[in-house]
């Protein structure tokens, strides 16, 4: 069992950065793919950005590309999103989410299913908005 808490976000301005960080508890960190999803008012639930269990495999999304960078610290269990230049479409509740690597999908598998599969632990989401 993980529990998941995502922390960080909050009110910007286009063009600022913001920084989302997601702490697990529980089962044994470094043995789940963690990924950010969003859902934005009206739209369908997409994957954001999503790193393997190792750290080495990173996927984003191309609407964030180039701007978004995600990390995880295994050793404090934690999973960071950082933010950058921000657009008032980025404005949505973000939630971070963990799939075992034992399900035999990629962290972009998670990442272009939105979650949909074998994605089985998340966090309550935190609201970003981003607007002048």
């Known amino acids: 069992q993980l529990q998941l808490v995502e922390s960080g976000g909050g009110l910007a301005q286009p063009g600022e950065s913001l920084r989302l960080s997601c702490a697990v508890s529980g089962s044994t960190f470094d043995y789940y793919h963690i990924g950010w999803f969003r859902r934005a008012p009206g739209e369908e639930r997409e994957g954001v950005s999503c790193v393997s269990s190792s750290g080495g495999i990173k996927y984003y999304a191309h609407s964030v590309k180039g701007r978004f960078t995600i990390s995880r610290d295994n050793a404090k269990k934690t999973v960071y999103l950082e933010m950058n230049s921000l657009k008032s479409e980025d404005t949505a509740i973000y939630y971070c989410?963990?799939?075992?690597?034992?399900?035999?999908?990629?962290?972009?598998?998670?990442?272009?299913?939105?979650?949909?599969?074998?994605?089985?632990?998340w966090g309550q989401g935190t609201q970003v908005t981003v607007s002048s």
């Open positions: 989410a963990a799939m075992s690597r034992g399900s035999g999908l990629t962290a972009q598998d998670m990442c272009l299913m939105s979650g949909r599969y074998a994605t089985d632990y």
